[in-house]
């Protein structure tokens, strides 16, 4: 809904490198790539920015999603030039400066919502991207909103309890659920901030 | 007194790094890498008659393409049979690039090397191959009709043809009071990890040295494999499995061909070359597991005590067998699961068919085996008119009878021997757990609703940790951080975590200060791997042996630092200090420290550690005859035989009376895998091999056409499970230790999934009346049952 | 499972996009939200010579809802259309069937429109479409056409969108006041593509009685498969149906095949199931009120 308008046409040649630049996490990026380049590609690639993963490439398991203007996408189904000019974030924009785990993260460490850790970005994004929309969730709510994406290793258990904490988390806090965590300097809350 | 972290719920320290999308899996290595595409078979069975490269070489992005004629002799020659087994008398295995006949779809034919994948895919899709198609033959009966033959020289189909007993099956049955006799099926399935196959390597020409990084389950061996076919030393190869997204088994496959090609392609054009799978190729280029045709007979008493059984089936091993008869030789012991047996007789053709091949899945056999030995418990029950659970309480050994050797041979060549075990408390914690006793009362509720509710249950004897062995080796660094590596790699299961809870404990140091490195061929060269739910057993064994061995350099370092008898010193809170008189200490890392004599201050526990130094005997020499520089010792574990573990699942489903859509409602587990290195890993296992084993039973099935076209190869219609369609599940944890390792575990990795289709077709049964005897079963083949069931009747 | 090389329009308004399509005539193809197109080109599926971006078009994302109809343009998402307050209202159907497509993060990028446009059978929207006797809207260079979703949706993922075409909006029809609705599906994993579904709407006369009744089945036939119920239901009090004719007549219409998920006599057995379940909701909605 905030795509940026011209007014030309613009176009690409196949094979033509175009310049497209998004704003990840706040910071412009830009590449030059042709216009089959997938965002997924694009992140991890031509950004190097590895924290977004690729499992399936046809749109079912989740582990590619990342927030496009606040809203949670699959960026194996999105070019890159088709959403020049936008902000996303990625997992990578979660974590506070000082690495102090976002509430969601946080949440699914406490809870063993992660085991190999391939589907979790994906998971952590769609749960920010849910909670947003639904600030105090039910659990069947939890279960159909984390519903799009495949975990192998952990039988969802502690995702959804992960979930449900993350809400409980926000509520009350001025916090929104879909940007960078910030940490008081002289809060201690005990969180992680190393590994 | 530290207190202990073996048993302790330790938050994760791989969590933080994970969820901050700092995780290092193959394919976020190597960006400036060349990429590579492999051109597939289409087919299932077909000679190779023309491979046309011309429109490839058009290709934008193309750097090189290799097919068979084009690869040194020595990767002319077919990947190794990894596990060969006397009874294999037709053994086949693949070629890294088909040579002139492919035997599956997506079967390797050549190999395209571009500046990146999509430069790759472009290529491959230009590649014209020339086929003549041969018949397929799909399906493990097809494959022993052997109208057809897989292999030309192999015209029976048969690849192996085993036979255990125990005492005389065939008579005790014929003598039996109740006789049964039936067929039950287990269709495909594969692990499908969420990160698909992926291999990365660098050749330093300078150095003459390669780097791997694969996402494997046994770095050592791919290290080997590597050297072996690419002609190098073992010294000049390294291997490293970096965070890998999850293996289940597939990935103790190896070596893949394309751990062999990369880094050969890598070698010769002197650029790195990286491999990374994609979905679509994972479902028919990397192996699969489950199918079996199963037939049963069996003699029981009027107690439903199981006389004689005798068990016949075919193992569906797919086009090759590489991995030899691991997965039919589990199921044909660990079938048995915990009743005492005293006729037993097993037999199994594993059988070649046009199709990807087979090698372990999480659960390695045992899935079949349950389903057979629990399916036919309950005909038993249901013949006699008795609870399911009486029968297997009847036919229960007893924990007094454990150890209890069977006489079989299990799938390390060693005794099929039960180590420990309490299966009528399992039971009893099991049936209260799902309020067996109290299912009739909430069926009969459901029943006045309309509603079809059923309760099913299965057990499971699991052989974990199997040898030959694993190493660890433990360093404390001058600077205190102690250096754990043992050599298996880890897909998830927390190892940097459970592996240092057993460190600490040893060395009485903070968890949070051991490191702990797996599956990286330059800290720890020898390993067998991670599979057979033998990481923790068998690694977690070594490691504390390891530490132990550097705990008592520490005690005897510091025994003559502080003049101190060692028996009264202790290791706690990152020293090594007097009991009782915790002042008089020396930190371990001044410890450490004191290990080397050469101790240039380059720190703080230098310039200590000179403190306590003793005046040197300047007739002996500075290190001692039995001594080395270091606070470090290398141990390995290699036990005698494996550890087994056992659990049983019970499962309440619902059951659509109009559309047959079946729910679980319910599911409860009762697990005992020994001493628990971390409860909350444990748990995490279970439930996660439980929605695999609900994936198995109620959506996951690969289905293959008779052309041998899997049709099902996308996430699209290889129906994984979502949140949404597993189960809420209660656990309980029974701690029966194992008395053959020193931390009394057992181990835990696969026991999740084993159950999961024998008690779901159970409670199915239960719920319809219907005998469930194929697994996975979907709604619209319960319709069909339901339906012919109502018309044979009426 | 990458693409093939495509080139790349990003027109900035309707016209600039109707003449890029007259130019590139059968080699262009739209990509609108493209959750059901990447798939296809990532597989190699489909591999268009051009793609014509929408993402950039200054307009053609309006929902409009008037007295007669809800208008969505060709740009809505899904989840856009899901929680408009005032359209889903009007069509309370749009809803329920929108609650049946995939999942929240495809909805946020796959339109409306789109999917109606990529014409899967099993697809919710293209039967919601057939069932309201709704119309899609087509504009071209040469000219604008409008097509009844008869006309349009022609095959298993096969609209009839001409060379050179852009399908704009998507017009679905309010119902007459009496009527309530329902959608009912069975898919073998929540979000999937359903085994078989049914869209109902049932219209009651001032007694209370079914005056009119009509379904529109998903998975079971090339298309949506409309059966018009009236006959079979007429005249039955909305609070005692008894939809067994109905069912019969669409379990006979319907024309479901076996694949891999599910065999066609189960697909059509279910279809049942699921009609006399929908046909009872959509009763007893338009008893308490309707509309729809």
Redesign the interface.
């Known amino acids: 809904?905030t795509?940026?308008?011209?007014?030309?046409?613009?176009?690409?040649?196949?094979?033509e490198r175009v310049e497209v630049t998004l704003t990840v996490n706040g910071t412009p990026r830009t590449a030059s790539v042709?216009?089959?380049?997938?965002l997924s590609?694009f992140l991890?690639?031509d950004l190097?920015?590895?924290?977004?993963?690729?499992?399936?490439?046809?749109?079912?398991?989740?582990?590619c999603?990342v927030l496009?203007d606040g809203?949670?996408?699959?960026s194996?189904?999105?070019?890159a030039?088709?959403?020049d000019g936008r902000e996303l974030t990625?997992?990578?924009g979660?974590?506070a400066d000082d690495?102090t785990?976002h509430p969601v993260?946080q949440a699914?460490?406490?809870h063993?919502g992660?085991?190999?850790?391939?589907?979790?970005?994906g998971f952590?994004m769609?749960a920010c991207?849910?909670l947003a929309?639904n600030p105090d969730p039910d659990e069947d709510q939890i279960?159909?909103?984390?519903?799009?994406?495949?975990?192998?290793?952990?039988?969802?258990?502690?995702?959804?309890d992960a979930v449900k904490q993350a809400a409980g988390a926000f509520a009350g806090s001025a916090t929104h659920p879909c940007e960078q965590h910030r940490v008081d300097a002289d809060a201690t809350d005990g969180h992680?901030r190393?590994? | 007194m530290t207190t202990k972290l073996v048993g302790a719920p330790v938050a994760r320290s791989e969590d933080p790094r994970l969820l901050r999308g700092e995780g290092r899996y193959v394919d976020d290595l190597g960006q400036d890498a060349y990429e590579v595409a492999v051109v597939r078979s289409p087919h299932a069975h077909a000679r190779i008659e023309r491979i046309d490269l011309d429109a490839a070489l058009e290709v934008d992005g193309l750097i090189s393409i290799y097919i068979f004629e084009d690869l040194p002799q020595r990767l002319q020659e077919p990947l190794p049979l990894l596990i060969p087994h006397p009874a294999i008398s037709h053994g086949r295995t693949q070629y890294v690039l088909a040579n002139g006949e492919v035997n599956h779809v997506g079967e390797a034919i050549a190999l395209v090397v571009a500046e990146d994948r999509y430069a790759a895919e472009d290529a491959v899709e230009r590649i014209l191959v020339e086929y003549e198609p041969l018949p397929a033959v799909v399906g493990p009966e097809l494959a022993r009709d052997a109208e057809h033959a897989v292999h030309d020289d192999i015209p029976s189909n048969v690849a192996a043809h085993l036979e255990q007993t125990i005492g005389d099956a065939p008579s005790a049955i014929a003598d039996a009071p109740h006789r049964l006799s039936f067929r039950l099926d287990i269709e495909r399935s594969a692990s499908t990890p969420m990160e698909t196959r992926g291999t990365y390597a660098r050749w330093d020409a300078d150095d003459q040295r390669l780097r791997l990084y694969s996402s494997t389950q046994a770095p050592t061996s791919v290290r080997a494999a590597v050297a072996a076919y690419l002609e190098l030393d073992l010294a000049q190869v390294e291997c490293i499995a970096p965070d890998i997204g999850g293996g289940f088994g597939v990935k103790i496959m190896h070596p893949w061909p394309e751990e062999i090609l990369v880094p050969w392609v890598a070698k010769v054009l002197g650029h790195d070359v990286k491999f990374t799978e994609d979905r679509r190729e994972h479902f028919v280029s990397a192996n699969h597991e489950r199918s079996q045709v199963q037939w049963i007979e069996v003699g029981f008493d009027d107690d439903g005590r199981i006389l004689g059984l005798d068990v016949e089936f075919v193992h569906d091993h797919g086009a090759y067998i590489p991995y030899g008869l691991i997965v039919p030789i589990i199921t044909s012991t660990q079938l048995i699961g915990p009743y005492k047996l005293e006729n037993y007789r097993v037999t199994f053709d594993s059988v070649y068919t046009n199709t990807t091949p087979v090698t372990p899945y999480r659960g390695a056999g045992r899935p079949q085996g349950c389903f057979a030995m629990e399916r036919t418990i309950d005909r038993v029950a249901a013949h006699l008119g008795k609870d399911r659970t009486e029968v297997r309480a009847v036919n229960f050994l007893q924990p007094e009878e454990l150890p209890y050797d069977f006489g079989l041979m299990f799938q390390d060549g060693r005794a099929y021997r039960y180590d420990s075990g309490d299966f009528p408390g399992s039971l009893a914690a099991l049936k209260e757990l799902v309020d067996w006793d109290g299912f009739a009362q909430r069926r009969a509720a459901a029943q006045a609703e309309g509603r079809l509710l059923g309760i099913g249950m299965a057990a499971y004897v699991e052989g974990t940790g199997v040898g030959p062995y694993e190493g660890g080796h433990v360093l404390v660094e001058p600077n205190g951080t102690v250096q754990v590596s043992t050599g298996l790699s880890t897909q998830g299961q927390g190892h940097q975590t459970s592996f240092a809870q057993i460190a600490a404990d040893e060395l009485g140091v903070d968890v949070a200060d051991v490191k702990v490195v797996t599956g990286d061929t330059r800290r720890f060269p020898y390993a067998v791997g991670t599979f057979a739910s033998r990481a923790a057993v068998m690694s977690g064994n070594a490691i504390h042996l390891a530490a132990r061995k550097v705990r008592e350099k520490a005690l005897r370092i510091a025994s003559e630092a502080l003049e101190v008898d060692a028996q009264d010193l202790e290791l706690a809170e990152g020293q090594v200090r007097v009991k009782g008189s915790p002042d008089t200490a020396i930190d371990l890392n001044v410890v450490a420290t004191m290990s080397n004599p050469l101790r240039y201050a380059f720190d703080e526990a230098a310039r200590i550690a000179t403190q306590f130094a003793q005046p040197g005997d300047p007739d002996a020499p500075p290190v001692a005859d039995d001594d080395a520089p270091g606070l470090e010792a290398t141990d390995y574990y290699s036990p005698t035989q494996s550890t087994f573990a056992n659990g049983m699942h019970a499962v309440e489903v619902e059951v659509d009376p109009d559309t047959s859509d079946i729910t679980v409602q319910r599911y409860a587990v009762v697990h005992d895998c020994g001493t628990l290195l971390n409860p909350t890993i444990v748990k995490g296992q279970v439930l996660g091999g439980v929605a695999q084993g609900v994936g198995g039973a109620l959506y996951e099935r690969m289905a293959y056409d008779e052309h041998g076209q899997l049709q099902n190869a996308s996430f699209m219609d290889f129906l994984m499970p979502y949140a949404t369609e597993v189960p809420s599940v209660d656990i309980d944890h029974l701690e029966t230790p194992s008395p053959l390792n020193p931390l009394g575990i057992k181990g835990a990795g696969e026991a999740g999934v084993i159950p999961g289709s024998a008690a779901i077709a159970a409670a199915i049964e239960d719920a319809t009346g219907i005998t469930i005897d194929a697994m996975p079963i979907t709604p619209s083949q319960l319709h069909d049952r339901r339906l012919a069931a109502a018309s044979s009747t009426s | 499972m990458k693409p093939s090389a495509f080139a790349y329009h990003a027109p900035h308004s309707l016209e600039a996009a109707l003449d890029t399509l007259a130019e590139l005539g059968e080699d262009g193809k739209v990509l609108a939200g493209g959750q059901s197109l990447v798939p296809l080109l990532n597989m190699r599926l489909a591999a268009p010579a051009a793609l014509v971006d929408l993402a950039r078009i200054d307009g053609l994302d309006t929902v409009e809802v008037t007295d007669r109809e809800v208008r969505v343009d060709a740009r809505v998402t899904h989840e856009r259309l899901r929680t408009h307050v005032a359209a889903t209202d009007a069509i309370p159907l749009l809803r329920e069937a929108l609650d049946w497509v995939a999942h929240p993060v495809i909805r946020n990028r796959g339109t409306a429109l789109g999917s109606i446009v990529h014409a899967d059978p099993a697809g919710e929207l293209p039967a919601v479409l057939a069932l309201l006797g709704g119309h899609v809207e087509l504009a071209s260079a040469p000219g604008r056409r409008t097509a009844t979703a008869d006309d349009y949706l022609v095959g298993p993922l096969e609209s009839d969108t001409r060379p050179g075409e852009l399908a704009t909006a998507v017009v679905f029809p309010r119902p007459e006041p009496g009527t309530g609705s329902a959608f009912d599906e069975l898919a073998r994993r929540h979000g999937d593509y359903a085994l078989a579904g049914v869209g109902v709407t049932v219209t009651l006369d001032d007694d209370r009685k079914v005056r009119r009744a009509d379904a529109a089945f998903i998975g079971v036939g090339a298309t949506p498969i409309q059966v018009p119920l009236t006959d079979a239901l007429a005249g039955q009090a909305s609070d005692a149906l008894e939809p067994d004719d109905a069912i019969d007549l669409a379990r006979s219409t319907i024309d479901p095949e076996d694949d891999i998920h599910a065999t066609a006599r189960y697909r059509r057995h279910l279809a049942g199931v699921l009609l006399g379940r929908a046909l009872q909701t959509a009763a007893a909605r338009a008893a308490a009120g309707g509309t729809a």
Not at chain 1, 71 to 74: D, L, V
Not at chain 1, 148 to 153: E, F, I, T
């Open positions: 809904m795509a940026t308008h011209g007014t030309t046409t613009r176009t690409a040649a196949a094979h042709a216009p089959r380049r997938l590609d991890r690639h190097e920015m590895t924290g977004t993963h690729v499992g399936c490439e046809h749109g079912v398991c989740g582990a999603t496009l809203a949670p996408i699959r194996c189904l999105t070019f030039i088709s959403v990625t997992v990578e979660l974590a690495g785990l993260q699914f460490r406490d063993h992660l085991q190999c850790g391939f589907c979790t970005p952590v769609s991207g849910f929309e279960r159909e909103g984390m519903a799009g994406n495949l975990c192998r290793c952990t039988g969802y258990a502690g995702i959804l992680d190393e590994a």
